[in-house]
């Protein structure tokens, strides 16, 4: 079954920017809408941004103005630009397929504090 391997996260002061990268373990993810979801302590997992296989993006209400998702179908990558970030957006990263995901990765820690 595919793998996703989340990278990007870190250390980073309100207002200040992101980049999150999702690789696919293997090719024909193409087909599937893909998302990044966010987990953050004592609170359950919610989605935040997806991305259909044609490249149309919807995002949670939260997030939407200051994260972007993309996706490069070639590289089987999807990738999530956060500007703005605030303390309520610090959470454990994570992407995988929109519906019925499948083998969670380890994801990826963003913290956002001054």
């Known amino acids: 079954q595919v793998q996703f391997v989340e990278s990007g996260g870190g250390l980073v002061q309100p207002g200040g920017s992101l980049r999150l990268s999702c690789a696919a373990s293997?090719?024909?993810?193409?087909?599937?809408?893909m998302a990044w979801y966010r987990q953050a302590p004592g609170k359950q997992r919610e989605l935040v941004a997806a991305?259909?296989?044609?490249?149309?993006?919807n995002y949670a209400d939260s997030v939407k103005g200051r994260f972007t998702i993309s996706r490069d179908n070639a590289k089987n990558t999807v990738d999530l630009q956060m500007n703005g970030l605030k303390p309520e957006d610090t959470a454990i990263y994570y992407c995988?397929?929109?519906?019925?995901?499948?083998?969670w990765g380890q994801g990826t820690q963003v913290t956002v504090s001054s």
């Open positions: 293997r090719s024909g993810f193409s087909v599937y809408a």
């Open positions: 995988n397929r929109k519906y019925n995901p499948v083998n």
């Open positions: 991305i259909t296989s044609g490249g149309s993006t």
